[in-house]
């Protein structure tokens, strides 16, 4: 299966650390990419290949991988890391697979 | 500076057509492949279709197979999909987003996204 599974909700309290996960089989040969996305807003590349920041991202992001599972976790969460996540892989075919996105809410 | 500018979307009756367009600026355009992704109205994420960089190749997700056709013009750094017999649940914003390949290009991440532009399909 190319499905990507995220938990749909979230919360971290504003300070602390928070871990998103993502599961699929296609995690076991390609690697996840991680976006968030703001209400109205085109998403953003926040972690790719399983952990690279793009230029530009805090250094409080940060990504990992094991097996079928990617986590995106960050650490120190400020209010303005309030969005919706999705991780991002490919199928065999090289189509682009997306997970179901999670809310993270920021108390 | 890379920018992606959507345009195209609208209000369209149930199996009628539309042709979105996404103007690529800031990069050189003929070297990558193009993707769109859509996402209806306070849903996730849904891939689309990809075109690799000479246009010689193209892949749909299994929902749009035989109803859209990805096209690009290196000319004119745009890529175009076309859209028909569409349906109550294409009904989503439609982004164009650069797919960065790596790895051998074996992965591949959307680095650049435009803002998208909104189809409605509804009678």
């Known amino acids: 299966s190319s499905e990507l599974t995220q938990d749909p909700a979230v919360s971290v309290a504003l300070g602390q650390t928070v871990r998103i996960t993502c599961q699929g089989d296609?995690?076991?040969?390609?690697?996840a990419n991680w976006y968030h996305q703001k209400p109205g807003q085109a998403p953003i590349l926040v972690i790719y290949?399983?952990?690279k920041r793009p230029s530009g991202i805090p250094d409080r992001f940060s990504g990992s991988s094991s097996g079928n599972t990617a986590s995106l976790t960050i650490t120190g969460a400020q209010a303005e890391d309030e969005a919706d996540y999705y991780c991002n892989s490919r199928d065999s075919s090289g189509k682009g697979v997306f997970g179901g996105g999670t809310k993270l809410t920021v108390l | 500076e890379v920018q992606l500018v959507e345009f195209g979307g609208g209000l369209v009756q149930p199996g009628g057509s539309l042709r979105l367009s996404c103007a690529a600026s800031?990069?050189?355009?003929?070297?990558?492949?193009m993707h769109w992704v859509r996402q209806a109205p306070g849903k996730g994420l849904v891939w689309v279709s990809r075109?690799?960089?000479?246009?010689?190749?193209?892949t749909y997700a299994d929902s749009v197979k035989g109803r859209f056709t990805i096209s690009r013009d290196n000319a004119k750094n745009t890529v175009h999909l076309q859209m028909n017999s569409l349906r109550a649940e294409d009904t989503a914003v439609y982004y164009c987003?650069?797919?960065?390949?790596?790895?051998?290009?074996?992965?591949?991440?959307?680095?650049?996204w435009g803002q998208g532009t909104l189809v409605t399909v509804s009678s």
């Open positions: 987003a650069r797919g960065y390949y790596y790895g051998s290009g074996s992965n591949y991440y959307f680095d650049y």
């Open positions: 290949g399983k952990d």
């Open positions: 800031g990069f050189t355009f003929s070297s990558y492949l």
């Open positions: 075109i690799n960089s000479d246009a010689s190749s193209t």
């Open positions: 296609s995690l076991r040969s390609y690697y």
